[in-house]
């Protein structure tokens, strides 16, 4: 089965920065569509970020200007660069690959943006 492989994940101080990546495993990668969410103590899950296949992003608007998503296609990887960290952005990350009708989730890394 697919597995997402999470990493970068760790305690950072506020105004820092971080950089997680996410491998996937499978021959189709570059028409995939990659994606981070995230999900934050007594919060709702959310969509941070996702890049298609052709390049395309989007950001969530609590992000957008922080925090950039990028793909390595010979990597078979996704990246998303975090910066200007806020404690806000404390969270479980978790990667996600997405091609009809297909849906993976990653195991979630940890991120902790201290004050």
């Known amino acids: 089965q697919v597995q997402l492989v999470e990493s970068g994940g760790g305690l950072v101080q506020a105004g820092g920065s971080l950089r997680l990546s996410c491998a996937a495993p499978?021959?189709?990668?570059?028409?995939?569509?990659m994606g981070w969410y995230r999900q934050a103590p007594g919060k709702q899950r959310e969509l941070v970020a996702r890049?298609?296949?052709?390049?395309?992003?989007n950001y969530a608007d609590a992000v957008r200007g922080r925090f950039t998503i990028s793909r390595d296609n010979a990597k078979n990887s996704v990246y998303l660069q975090m910066n200007s960290l806020k404690p806000a952005d404390t969270a479980v990350y978790y990667c996600?690959?997405?091609?009809?009708?297909?849906?993976?989730w990653g195991q979630g890394t940890q991120v902790t943006v201290s004050s």
């Open positions: 996600t690959q997405s091609y009809r009708p297909y849906y993976y």
């Open positions: 499978g021959n189709s990668f570059s028409i995939t569509t």
């Open positions: 890049i298609t296949g052709g390049g395309s992003t």
